[in-house]
């Protein structure tokens, strides 16, 4: 007996597609790790929510906090852009919010070498960024 045409192709698509990245939490001690492998907005699906992104409700909200480690102190923020359907604005937005969470984590202080750190999409389509700020 001979498999369906439709079901041939649906095992062939899934094979070669990329699969989703674990998630990946925000831990001071991995950030030189995490930015030694940089990701892109490209690989944003991830298997679950990481616990970065659960912080953040809407895309007004301003999300950080700050870890020490190894004598720096690390400000991370969280950025959410949602309704946006064109992916490079929507990462764009997602990115800018995120390093608007920093600024608020360092009461004016300047961004500069502030680094996207991760990214995440969701089944809606909204899409979040995790900004670091390392000092």
């Known amino acids: 007996m001979r498999a369906p045409l439709f079901l041939v192709v649906v095992v062939l698509t899934g094979a070669f597609a990329p699969a989703p990245a674990r998630a990946w939490e925000a831990k001071a001690a991995k950030v030189a790790e995490r930015l030694s492998r940089p990701r892109t907005p490209a690989a944003a699906r991830q298997w679950r929510k990481p616990g970065w992104a659960r912080k953040i409700h809407a895309p007004e909200d301003r999300v950080f906090w700050t870890e020490a480690h190894g004598g720096k102190t690390f400000v991370f923020g969280v950025g959410l852009a949602r309704g946006v359907d064109n992916p490079g604005l929507r990462a764009t937005a997602a ?20 680094e996207i750190l991760d990214w995440y999409l969701d089944r809606r389509g909204d899409m979040y960024a995790l900004a670091v700020l390392t000092r």
Do not use: P
């Not at 990115?95 to 961004?111: Q, T």
């Open 95 to 114: 990115a800018d919010r995120a390093r608007a969470s920093l600024l608020e984590g360092k009461e004016g202080a300047l961004l500069e070498g502030s």
